[in-house]
């Protein structure tokens, strides 16, 4: 199978069900594709019952396609929401970013009263609709204010008589109805454990506690807010299952892609200045722990840390994670994951953000 641009799209199931074939693709197809279908009999089989698709008499379909011409196919894919993220401009957690299956449109946008978000049941005030100057496919609801209710995150949308959001290939987004994106998890400054749950985003604002973060699977969120001048008074918070793009094994991978928000937390933070803010250790059982200078003063004070206790450093500074090491790829080299290369890592994978 192919789409417009003559790229492979895989099957990675075949379903016979009557008179109907069924291809399960191995990735979403774009609502503004070209799809064609090509098929190929397998000629090393012949016979009734062979490895072909046949009809109720054992007679071979015909192939599909040759070349670059194929079967063409109707696509009926909707513009549809393809992940969420919160964002942290102003304040942590003030920002839904939705991620859509296609560019956006070059129209207006819908006002503000096509979008409801909730957490915990509590209605957020939306205060601007606009898009995401680095990615077309991105469109931002900015927020009063921190999102800092527990409970579900539901987003709904109404489609507008005019204005109703579009994308590239003109087909309206269908209006929903709070659609769950996950859950919002508030600490306080009491010591605490808090979990997520599996396979679901999670997104854990963080407080002063020295507490234990679990996130149990699915592309979790830790975030921070800003804690003012005095700062963030020392805490040392431990991540239990950090989920590393590039890791290999249980709760590592693309789908469990973990992201730290310490955007609101540093304050003055440039990347030219970067290690009078965050540096990467080995602690004393040779696991990771990220120390945290909110201010970056003259001299690097850490007043926060992470404790990473499901990565282990070894003796030569390299990264484990499900005692595997984590690929770290610049360019067309790939080496190990090292604590002198950890940020840069984070930051490439899409995994840290800081400003």
């Known amino acids: 199978m192919l789409n417009a641009l ?3 799209i895989s099957v990675s199931n075949v379903n016979v069900s009557g008179s109907q074939v ?3 693709l191995a990735s979403a197809v774009k609502p503004s594709d070209t799809i064609r279908v090509f098929y190929t009999p397998p000629s090393a089989n012949i016979g009734v019952n062979n490895a072909a698709i046949q009809d109720a008499h054992g007679n071979d379909a015909e192939p599909l396609g040759s070349g670059v011409v194929g079967q063409a196919v109707t696509n009926n894919t909707a513009l549809g929401v393809a992940q969420v993220q919160l964002g942290s401009q102003t304040h942590a957690l003030d920002e839904v970013v939705l991620q859509f299956n296609e560019a956006i449109g070059s129209g207006n946008l819908p006002s503000l009263s096509a979008f409801t978000v909730k957490s915990g049941a509590v209605t957020q005030t939306v205060t601007r609709v606009s898009r995401d100057s680095s990615d077309n496919t991105k469109l931002i609801l900015t927020l009063s204010g921190t999102i800092d209710d527990p409970g579900a995150l539901l ?3 109404t489609q507008p008589s005019s204005n109703p959001l579009t ?3 003109g087909k309206a987004l269908p209006a929903f109805t709070d659609q769950n994106f996950g859950q919002v998890i508030t600490t306080t400054s009491a010591t605490e454990t808090a979990s997520g749950a599996a396979g679901r985003v999670d997104y854990f604002l963080g407080s002063t506690g020295n507490d234990t973060l679990s996130g149990l699977g699915g592309a979790d969120q830790f975030v921070w807010p800003d804690f003012g001048s005095s700062g963030p008074g020392g805490f040392m918070q431990t991540l239990t299952d950090f989920g590393f793009k590039k890791g290999v094994g249980s709760l590592q991978g693309s789908a469990e892609a973990d992201l730290l928000d310490l955007s609101q937390l540093l304050n003055g933070y440039t990347q030219a200045n970067e290690s009078m803010f965050l540096r990467a250790i080995k602690n004393s059982n040779n696991f990771l722990q990220l120390q945290i200078d909110h201010d970056g003063g003259s001299s690097f004070a850490p007043t926060a ?9 070894d003796a030569s ?3 484990l ?3 595997q090491f984590i690929a770290h790829t610049v360019g067309a080299t790939t080496v190990n994951l ?3 290369t950890l940020l840069e890592h984070l930051r490439i994978e899409g995994q840290l953000t800081v400003l």
């Open 6 to 8: 003559g790229e492979r």
């Open 22 to 24: 069924q291809l399960t």
């Open 305 to 313: 840390s992470l404790l990473f206790s499901n990565v282990s450093v």
């Open 167 to 169: 994308g590239a290939s």
């Open 317 to 319: 500074d390299r990264l």
């Open 155 to 157: 987003v709904s949308y």
């Open 338 to 340: 090292t604590l002198g």
């Open 321 to 323: 994670v499900n005692n």
